[in-house]
């Protein structure tokens, strides 16, 4: 994209021009601009096939240097995969416990949403906390729709 005429509405700009005369000078250059890209794009797809194909047949040690370098760049792909799936893994604590914490202070029985640290339903009276079943009085894990003992539909 980086090479793309039109700064990266290259995509954009080939839709459009259907509606423009496909004999327009601009058209063409663009059109040409565009089969150049796609071309330099399938050349670098292979050209990455091809070393796939060096490295099984050849081993990996016999390109030196670029053996080297590709060894540093293989292990700091590592690093940061494993920064990112711990990322990941933070983020989804994070929501889960502020989806949590949003299901504690929301009422069981009225399904009204209450402060943080209310112990009591502002609506109804309601203790708040421990998640039961409004019907059969069962404990509820936080965001259960139904019920897991009589199967009620639980207020959201």
Same mark, same amino acid.
């Given at each position: 994209?980086?090479?793309?005429?039109?700064?990266?509405?290259?995509? /954009?700009? =080939?839709? /459009?021009?259907? /509606?423009?005369?496909?004999? #327009? *000078?601009?058209?063409?250059?663009?059109?040409?601009?565009?089969?150049?890209? #796609?071309? =330099? =794009?399938?050349?670098? +797809? /292979?050209?990455? +096939?091809?070393?796939?194909?060096?490295?099984?047949?050849?081993?990996?040690?016999?390109?030196?240097?670029?053996?080297?370098?590709?060894?540093?760049?293989?292990?700091?792909?590592?690093? $940061?995969?494993?920064?990112?799936?711990?990322?990941?893994?933070? @983020?989804?604590?994070?929501? @889960?416990?502020?989806?949590?914490?949003? $299901?504690?202070?929301?009422? *069981?029985?009225?399904?009204?949403?209450?402060?943080?640290?209310? =112990?009591?339903? !502002?609506?109804?009276?309601?203790?708040?906390?421990?998640?039961?079943?409004?019907?059969?009085?069962?404990?509820?894990?936080?965001?259960?729709?139904?019920?897991?003992?009589?199967?009620?539909? !639980?207020?959201?």
């Amino acid at each position: 994209m980086g090479n793309d005429l039109f700064g990266g509405l290259g995509g /954009l700009m =080939k839709g /459009l021009s259907n /509606l423009i005369p496909q004999d #327009d *000078p601009a058209v063409k250059m663009m059109n040409a601009h565009t089969q150049v890209n #796609d071309l =330099k =794009k399938q050349e670098k +797809e /292979l050209y990455a +096939e091809i070393g796939v194909m060096a490295i099984e047949r050849y081993g990996l040690e016999s390109f030196g240097e670029a053996a080297d370098r590709l060894k540093l760049i293989q292990s700091n792909l590592a690093m $940061a995969t494993r920064e990112l799936d711990s990322q990941k893994a933070e @983020k989804e604590a994070k929501e @889960k416990a502020q989806q949590e914490a949003a $299901a504690a202070a929301r009422c *069981p029985s009225c399904g009204s949403d209450n402060p943080e640290g209310t =112990k009591f339903c !502002q609506e109804c009276g309601t203790k708040l906390g421990a998640a039961h079943c409004t019907s059969c009085g069962a404990a509820l894990a936080p965001g259960s729709r139904f019920c897991g003992e009589c199967g009620a539909r !639980q207020p959201e």
